[in-house]
């Protein structure tokens, strides 16, 4: 079975917050700012404009006492039926610990029985730790959510932007061109809803986003770009690799800009096909493997699949180590020219 990822957990708590079943408390944090940025909308959506002044409150820990923060939480609805709180840097409140305002500790009682007209909601990149009281309040109280935002695995982006698109915009996006798209942005899902939205707009009087308007739209107009790289590298022809390479630097404005971006693209894939490895030597059947990484579009996992047959798991070590030294030596750590690096790392992951 799929782990279930932050995808879902952000489809689940869409539509817990807009039902009846919702909780009084909860507490969202985690790497995937951009899930945890959007529930915030979506709490922020319950309370109905003409409302706001009254029964909306947006606070941060670093501005407000544990004793503030109780005093508005407690307190009820103006001609409403329920007010909103919403708190960011939750671990901000630490720093009244020892100062006039209260502690952090002066929720725990709140936790136990919170003011069913106010819906409190604490947002933070951290959870609080697990060891502390509060901490342990906010993940055993019956009345919290408490909910994790893990960063979104790159082999899960292709089916996410397929599904933003088609939810948000009412675009269909081909696999193929999900893929371009995912591989050439990366995994900040702030820049690929960012892309998303361009291509949409791009191709208004289409229904259907294909691989050419992906390269239209991000600026993949030149002859040569790293997916062309790429499958030269997957063919294993280092001529046409190196020249390939050298054609993109001849043609890029800022070359060291140019290999940094390319050695997180290739990062990218080589996670992919690392997971994919990985999982087979277990012994997974190809169908448990796309089970497994929750991945729905066949024709998308079955191009990792390939991908993942021209290498062996036991030269990932020696594929990211050299994705690594590229890395630093593009960003200052290295005497070496950009076509060097570039150059070099090319011959390393053939060879």
Same mark, same amino acid.
């Given at each position: 079975?799929?782990?279930?990822?932050?995808?879902?957990?952000?489809?689940?708590?869409?539509?817990?917050? %807009?039902?009846?079943?919702?909780?009084?408390?909860?507490?969202?944090?985690?790497?995937?700012?951009?899930?945890?940025?959007?529930?915030?909308?979506?709490?922020?959506?319950?309370?109905?404009?003409?409302?706001?002044?009254?029964?909306?409150?947006?606070?941060?820990?670093?501005?407000?006492?544990?004793?503030?923060?109780?005093?508005?939480?407690?307190?009820?609805?103006?001609?409403?039926?329920?007010?909103?709180?919403?708190?960011?840097?939750?671990?901000?409140?630490?720093?009244?610990?020892?100062?006039?305002?209260?502690?952090?500790?002066?929720?725990?009682?709140?936790?136990?029985?919170?003011?069913?007209?106010?819906?409190?909601?604490?947002?933070?990149?951290?959870?609080?730790?697990?060891?502390?009281?509060?901490?342990?309040?906010?993940?055993?109280?019956?009345?919290?959510?408490?909910?994790?935002?893990?960063? !979104?695995?790159?082999? %899960?982006?292709?089916?996410?932007?397929?599904?933003?698109?088609?939810?948000?915009?009412?675009?269909?996006?081909?696999?193929?061109?999900?893929?371009?798209?995912?591989?050439?942005?990366?995994?900040?899902?702030?820049?690929?809803?960012?892309?998303?939205?361009?291509?949409?707009?791009?191709?208004?009087?289409?229904?259907?986003?294909?691989?050419?308007?992906?390269?239209?739209?991000?600026?993949?107009?030149?002859?040569?770009? !790293?997916?062309?790289?790429?499958?030269?590298?997957?063919?294993?022809?280092?001529?046409?690799?190196?020249?390939?390479?050298?054609?993109?630097?001849?043609?890029?404005?800022?070359?060291?800009?140019?290999?940094?971006?390319?050695?997180?693209?290739?990062?990218? !894939?080589?996670?992919?096909?690392?997971?994919?490895?990985?999982?087979?030597?277990?012994?997974?059947?190809?169908?448990? !493997?796309?089970?497994?990484?929750?991945?729905?579009?066949?024709?998308?996992?079955?191009?990792?699949?390939?991908?993942?047959?021209?290498?062996?798991?036991?030269?990932?070590?020696?594929?990211?180590?050299?994705?690594?030294?590229?890395? %630093?030596?593009?960003?200052?750590?290295?005497?070496?020219?950009?076509?060097?690096?570039?150059?070099?790392?090319?011959?390393?992951?053939?060879?």
């Amino acid at each position: 079975m799929a782990k279930n990822t932050s995808i879902e957990l952000y489809s689940q708590l869409l539509s817990e917050l %807009r039902s009846e079943e919702r909780k009084p408390v909860y507490f969202f944090y985690g790497e995937e700012e951009f899930f945890l940025d959007k529930l915030q909308q979506v709490v922020e959506s319950l309370v109905p404009e003409d409302q706001k002044d009254f029964n909306y409150d947006l606070l941060y820990g670093r501005d407000i006492s544990p004793e503030k923060l109780l005093s508005i939480i407690r307190s009820y609805p103006m001609m409403a039926e329920q007010r909103v709180v919403i708190l960011r840097d939750f671990k901000k409140l630490n720093e009244y610990a020892d100062g006039y305002g209260g502690k952090v500790n002066d929720l725990l009682p709140y936790l136990d029985n919170p003011n069913p007209t106010t819906l409190f909601v604490c947002i933070d990149t951290k959870k609080p730790s697990g060891r502390s009281k509060i901490g342990k309040a906010f993940k055993k109280s019956s009345h919290v959510g408490f909910h994790e935002f893990e960063e !979104v695995p790159d082999y %899960r982006l292709p089916d996410w932007i397929i599904s933003w698109a088609k939810k948000h915009h009412n675009k269909t996006i081909q696999p193929p061109a999900a893929q371009m798209l995912a591989q050439f942005v990366g995994n900040s899902l702030q820049l690929l809803s960012t892309e998303i939205d361009k291509v949409c707009t791009f191709v208004d009087t289409s229904d259907t986003i294909k691989e050419s308007d992906i390269k239209k739209i991000i600026g993949l107009y030149r002859e040569y770009s !790293v997916f062309e790289l790429k499958d030269a590298l997957f063919e294993r022809n280092l001529d046409k690799a190196l020249f390939i390479a050298e054609q993109m630097l001849q043609h890029s404005k800022a070359n060291t800009g140019e290999i940094i971006r390319s050695v997180g693209f290739f990062y990218n !894939v080589f996670s992919n096909i690392w997971q994919i490895q990985r999982l087979s030597a277990q012994g997974n059947s190809k169908k448990q !493997v796309q089970n497994t990484l929750g991945i729905s579009n066949s024709w998308y996992f079955n191009k990792l699949w390939k991908d993942a047959s021209r290498f062996k798991l036991s030269e990932m070590p020696r594929i990211f180590e050299t994705l690594l030294d590229a890395d %630093r030596a593009a960003k200052g750590f290295s005497k070496m020219n950009p076509s060097t690096i570039l150059l070099l790392m090319i011959k390393r992951i053939i060879n």
